[in-house]
């Protein structure tokens, strides 16, 4: 220990001799005034000695390898928050070139504490946190995203039509950022046209040999919808080619309807109640041009929605899977539907129920969403009037027209714009947003 007087006409005068003299480890012990001068009374834990320097590069060399370990060890926990392992943590090797001082290293730190379940639990704890935060990161910087005037006014048009979030934000990202809101919204209905898959040519369907099915929930308007395109190729081909096939054998009286309108239309109507019975009836139609399967209603949340589609891929012949879609159902109602039947597969849908909808932004979603082929729209109960191949930008029009009118009641203006982002926000935590 060294311990020492300073004198010095002012207190920082002193206390620089202190450190120069004593280091900045130095202890100031006392402190006082003496006829104008200050006296400090300071000491030194340190002693100078020989070999001093030595003993130092020691401590420091084994400073260096203690913290050379700890970052192992953090760089390790990093790794395994990331979802990474490493085998072992590396102890550090520490040499001492200018001494013949050797510095043992830290032994290596056994894996099995990393791989303890409860420090498993804690890291899988960590990750879910992590990507939480990241997830309410995102969604804060979707609150606070700032569009142009032109953007903001497209992003409350397309959520006013019933689009989804989703969709506007990646159909927005990619406006021209030179365009004027006069050009913008033709720009995106464009856009939206060009990603859209559809009939274009009706004899696509009339004029080949083909069988179709058409699946969905009970009420969608698959029988009536069956009796419009079978009244069509008859207008075309006569009702000499074309064949109809009712699976509904739930309900009471469920192929009746399809019975009365192929009465009407001179049309062979056929009954299968299972895999075998379908199998059966193709086989006797082979011949025929066009054949129409109308599968029984079934909630998409039914068990048997599986089992319909086992029927129909157990056919030796190819059947075309066709969904119908209500235009009036919701944007999650819709996707759900569409995902349940596409179990196995889908080749294509028909908006129905087009007249009933007060909104069209969500059934178009939908077929965007999952690429789906629209064949056809209907829009009424008439046979075979209210039926329709797809005008893509038209439909895209209407869709945007209906939001302007008075029945709907989902207006999003740019100025609500913020605190429609905040409710998604809220929205969004509890569920997984697809990409």
């Known amino acids: 220990m060294t311990m020492k007087k300073f004198l010095a006409k002012t207190t920082r005068q002193a206390l620089m001799q202190v450190k120069a003299e004593l280091g900045e480890d130095a202890t100031i012990i006392s402190n006082r005034s003496i006829n104008g ?15 001093s320097n030595l003993l130092g590069s020691v401590s420091t060399a084994k400073e260096q390898a203690e913290k050379a370990l700890q970052a192992k060890k953090v760089q390790a926990t990093v790794d395994l928050l990331n979802g990474r392992s490493s085998s072992k ?45 990241q997830a309410q990161l995102e969604t804060l910087s979707n609150s606070t995203l700032e569009f142009s005037p032109n953007k903001r006014d497209l992003m409350s048009q397309f959520l006013s039509a019933g689009f989804n979030l989703d969709l506007a934000k990646r159909v927005i990202s990619k406006l021209p950022s030179d365009f004027s809101s006069k050009e913008a919204k033709p720009w995106a209905m464009n856009l939206l046209a060009k990603n859209m898959q559809a009939l274009e040519n009706e004899a696509e369907i009339m004029n080949q040999h083909g069988i179709y099915a058409l699946l969905g929930p009970t009420g969608v308007g698959k029988t009536t919808t069956i009796a419009k395109i079978a009244s069509r190729f008859v207008l075309k081909h006569g009702n000499q080619d074309i064949a109809l096939v009712s699976t509904d054998t739930y309900r009471i009286g469920g192929h ?13 109507v056929f009954a299968a109640k299972d895999a075998q019975e379908l199998q059966q009836t193709l086989e006797k139609l082979q ?13 998409q949340k039914d068990k048997m929605v599986s089992s319909q589609l086992d029927m129909l891929c157990e056919a030796s012949r190819d059947i075309k899977k066709i969904i119908c879609l209500n235009a009036s159902g919701t944007l999650d109602t819709l996707n759900n539907v569409s995902k349940a039947f ?10 129905t129920k087009v007249d009933e909808a007060i909104g069209l932004g969500g059934v178009i979603n939908v077929v965007l969403q999952n690429k789906l082929k629209v064949l056809y729209l209907t829009n009424g109960q008439r046979v075979p009037e209210d ?49």
């Not at 300071?42 to 000695?49: I, M, N």
């Open 37 to 51: 001068w200050t006296e400090i009374l300071a000491r030194s834990e340190s002693s100078v000695l020989p070999g």
């Open 89 to 133: 943590v590396a102890a550090p090797v520490v040499e001492l070139t200018t001494t013949h001082v050797e510095v043992i290293a830290p032994k290596e730190q056994p894996v099995e504490i990393i791989n303890h379940p409860q420090i498993q639990g804690m890291l899988k704890e960590m990750r879910e946190m992590r990507n939480q935060f």
């Open 256 to 268: 009746e309807q399809l019975r009365i309108y192929g009465k009407i239309l001179g049309v062979e």
């Open 287 to 299: 011949d025929k041009k066009l054949v129409l399967i109308d599968m029984a209603g079934l909630s």
């Open 342 to 351: 596409a179990g196995r597969g889908l080749d294509g849908c028909i908006i």
């Open 387 to 435: 039926i329709t191949l797809v005008d893509k930008i038209a439909l895209i029009e209407e869709a945007f027209k209906q939001e302007d009118s008075s029945d709907h009641l989902s207006i999003v203006r740019p100025e609500d714009l913020p605190a429609f982002f905040s409710k998604s926000t809220e929205i969004t935590q509890g569920h997984v947003q697809y990409a």
